[in-house]
């Protein structure tokens, strides 16, 4: 059963925006905190963003100042904003909740690659 749908990935240039989008379907996603995650080719994935259902809101340092969570209720959509990209920001990108993560339940992720 398909929790979550990841869209928006691409090819940008050094400096360049894209913005993902995550749909989301079942009720998990309306309990648990909503991470993006990526996975470098070669690399562990990490939590790059995080939002629980009272707006807190957390980002790595790496990614602090250029990228930004956000969720439409009505839509079951959350979004990874993401500005001045840069080429280790290159992965696969996921959304998740944090029972997700816990049980290993992953979508198929969106492809972003920063490249000149």
């Known amino acids: 059963q398909v929790q979550q749908v990841e869209s928006g990935g691409g090819l940008v240039q050094p400096g360049g925006s894209l913005r993902l989008s995550c749909v989301a379907s079942?009720?998990?996603?309306?309990?648990?905190?909503v991470g993006w995650y990526r996975q470098a080719p070669g690399k562990e994935r990490e939590l790059v963003a995080r939002?629980?259902?009272?707006?807190?809101?957390n980002y790595a340092d790496s990614v602090k100042g250029r990228f930004t969570i956000s969720r439409d209720n009505a839509k079951n959509t959350w979004y990874l904003q993401m500005s001045n990209l840069k080429p280790e920001d290159t992965g696969v990108y996921y959304c998740?909740?944090?029972?997700?993560?816990?049980?290993?339940?992953w979508g198929q992720g969106t492809q972003v690659t920063v490249s000149s």
């Open positions: 998740n909740t944090e029972f997700g993560v816990r049980i290993g339940r």
């Open positions: 079942g009720s998990i996603f309306s309990i648990y905190p």
């Open positions: 939002i629980t259902q009272v707006d807190s809101i």
